[in-house]
């Protein structure tokens, strides 16, 4: 993707939207309380973000109220990375915040949650039922002995009950951690056997695309491997019976209980999330109650400019970042849509339609979604009431110039568009939405406060304008405190800090313009570098998925034992296409004129799908190796993708190739 060429933004926010933003009054009263810049916008209060690093997150601590137990020593006592210690001293609990709301008589009765499934018929829980409900279950874990540090498993979708689980987990003290259920036992397994929980949630399986999938076999698969295991309550989504030894999850959460918060330190683990693991085991990313406390009420409440007014829909399942970001919306009183479904049953609309149904206000989703219902040819704003939609935000990869065009033109050309990009490793966004900046075509719109995100070549010299490696220069609080069973801490440093020292690399190609916004443009990892000109894969995806022969392509650059290189495109046809010899030469074409001569591609293959983890990325290194030769079995860690037989068509290839 290169810098948008289009000078002039396609949104601007007017004067009262901005002066409505919650940002905009949270740097006035920063500025009398904190000294923060009173003039200069946004791009002031970032640069004070990040100057004074302490005395922000303490206002945004102060602003949000977060009501510590006990009081801190200091906001930042270290700022080494890894290791920063973030607000020695404090306890606190996450639950007892996310609850909040139920506390005020005038929102107790209005909806927490509004549950949509396939058949799209909404059922809301309000915030006193949320709270009751974690009450009566936060007292059933601790009489089955769940004490402060003990993990708690959900194998669960988007359901009230995962949330509900969540929620009185965070308020014994337990570290929550989740899979989807559409993930197999494998996959499960190779995430939970290395936490070791001590009770698991489970439903009895899912309905999905119109078909109800049982998982009572996968269950069962599951309490025989984790022996850790004190007791499963069994979810009945499909209405079946518990099997033996299974507490009834309507029997722990009918009680009229006070829900207790057990105050733990700050750095106390909330959750354990996993990166996708295609090369090996995922890895188990620990992270804080405090952190993502005080990282979630910026993002959600300054960022996307959440409130009591508000509902927060983001497509996401159980076994993605997004799920927990989606979840932190209670933090500031907004009401959640959470949709258990396919995203595209019974048609592309789907999403669309969910939207309108539940007066969503911000609508997230992934790009793909966004270049999917552009191929489809849909037409939100004609055919569906969208007028509560202030954003629309994405993110699972960079949306394309076409994407942002697209939303503009087919939804509303009001529409804030918010491309955003971050990572499970944070469980936050680096760069993306701002309420009061104006959006540029292909870019997002600035670093988040508190991020002193930057681009740097190999060297460690910052770039503007020039593609380098995004990096992050101080600590975030939502930083990972640790990686579980990584005990002397070299995985966690492997993964970030070898590159830069005591600098966060995050593995992304990204380009920060003149004017502060940002171009991701794919992993570096998988950087086609030829004759010395490095490109990210994304930026060719942008441009061949234009063509509507094209459902998907994936690009891959390989460095030869003989020094050369060779750069195939593969890609999935749409029905109907055929890669003929002038289809070849119109992708070739396309390369050649949008983006490079130089990344036009060696050959173009057909392939019966593209794999992706298993929440939706593309994966690339594995295919990689698989074409550098090396066995499936080592490639990849076949748990970790979607459809594992289309990797055996890379693998034929390289024995071919061989």
């Known amino acids: 993707m290169t810098a948008a060429a289009d000078e002039a ?51 945004v601590a102060d602003w949000f109220d977060v009501r510590f137990s006990t009081p801190y020593e200091t906001v930042l006592a270290d700022r080494a990375m890894p290791g920063a210690q973030w607000f020695p ?92 259920p559409d993930f197999g036992a494998r996959s499960v397994l190779d995430r939970f056997q290395q936490v070791e929980p001590v009770v698991l949630f489970a439903v009895d399986g899912y309905r999905y695309g119109g078909k109800e999938h049982h998982r009572a076999d996968t269950v069962a698969e599951l309490r025989r491997e984790l022996p850790t295991l004190r007791a499963v309550v069994h979810i009945p989504l499909l209405g079946t019976e518990a099997p033996e030894g299974a507490l009834e999850w309507s029997a722990l959460t009918s009680a009229d209980t006070e829900p207790v918060f057990e105050q733990v330190p700050f750095d106390h683990p909330l959750w354990v999330l996993y990166s996708s693991g295609t090369t090996g085991l995922p890895k188990a990313i620990v992270q804080s109650q405090g952190g993502i406390l005080l990282e979630h009420f910026k993002q959600i409440g300054l960022h996307c400019d959440l409130g009591p007014d508000d509902r927060f829909f983001w497509y996401t399942s159980t076994g993605w970042m997004m799920w927990n970001f989606l979840v932190s919306g209670l933090l500031t009183g907004t009401t959640l849509v959470l949709y258990d479904g396919s995203p595209g049953y019974p048609d592309v609309s789907a999403q669309w339609r969910v939207a309108e149904q539940t007066g969503a206000t911000l609508f997230g989703t992934s790009a ?168 990210g894969s994304a930026d060719i995806y942008e441009a061949v998925e234009r063509l509507p022969e094209i459902r998907e392509s994936l690009v891959i650059g390989l460095e030869e034992p003989d020094g050369g290189y060779w750069m195939p495109l593969f890609v999935h046809l749409a029905e109907g296409a055929r890669l003929d010899d ?66 055996h068509f890379y693998e034929d290839l390289a024995r071919k190739r061989h």
């Open 89 to 180: 001293g404090a306890t606190l609990n996450y639950a007892e915040h996310a609850l909040r709301t139920a506390e005020d008589p005038l929102r107790a009765d209005a909806p927490a949650l509004l549950h949509v499934d396939e058949t799209h018929t909404q059922v809301p829980v309000s915030w006193s039922e949320l709270r009751r409900r974690v009450g009566s279950l936060a007292a059933e874990l601790r009489a089955l002995g769940v004490a402060p540090g003990d993990r708690v498993s959900g194998y669960l979708p988007n359901i009230p009950q995962a949330v509900v689980a969540f929620l009185a987990t965070a308020a014994v003290g337990g570290v929550w951690t989740s899979c989807a």
């Open 368 to 535: 793909a979604y966004v270049m999917a219902c552009r191929k489809a040819g849909v037409h939100p704003g004609r055919d569906f009431d969208l007028s509560r939609v202030q954003c629309v935000a994405t993110t699972g990869s960079p949306l394309p110039p076409d994407g942002f065009r697209w939303l503009h033109d087919e939804v509303d050309d009001e529409l804030w568009i918010a491309s955003v990009s971050g990572g499970t490793d944070v469980c936050s966004c680096f760069a993306g939405a701002v309420p009061t900046l104006p959006v540029h075509i292909g870019e997002l719109q600035a670093a988040c406060l508190g991020t002193d995100l930057r681009s740097w070549d190999p060297a460690g010299r910052p770039l503007i304008g020039e593609v380098g490696e995004l990096v992050v220069t101080a600590p975030m609080p939502s930083m990972p405190t640790r990686f579980w069973n990584d005990p002397d801490g070299s995985r966690y440093h492997d993964s970030y800090f070898d590159m830069y020292p005591g600098v966060w690399r995050h593995g992304d190609w990204i380009t920060i313009t003149e004017h502060g916004s940002v171009i991701i443009h794919g992993r570096s990892d998988s950087t086609l570098n030829r004759q010395g000109v490095r490109m």
């Open 582 to 647: 002038e289809l070849r030469d119109s992708i070739k074409r396309t390369i050649r004129e949008n983006l490079s001569p130089r990344h036009v591609p060696d050959e173009v293959i057909e392939v019966p799908g593209i794999p992706h983890t298993l929440t939706g990325k593309r994966i690339e290194v594995p295919v990689k190796r698989l074409l550098q030769g090396t066995a499936l079995a080592k490639a990849v860690n076949p748990g970790s993708i979607d459809n594992l037989e289309l990797l």
């Open 9 to 59: 933004p396609l949104w601007q926010p007017g004067p009262d939207r901005i002066a409505a933003a919650a940002v905009t009054r949270f740097q006035s009263w920063a500025s009398q309380r904190y000294g923060a810049p009173a003039e200069g916008g946004y791009a002031a209060l970032h640069q004070w973000s990040v100057d004074e690093l302490d005395t922000f997150w303490q206002a």
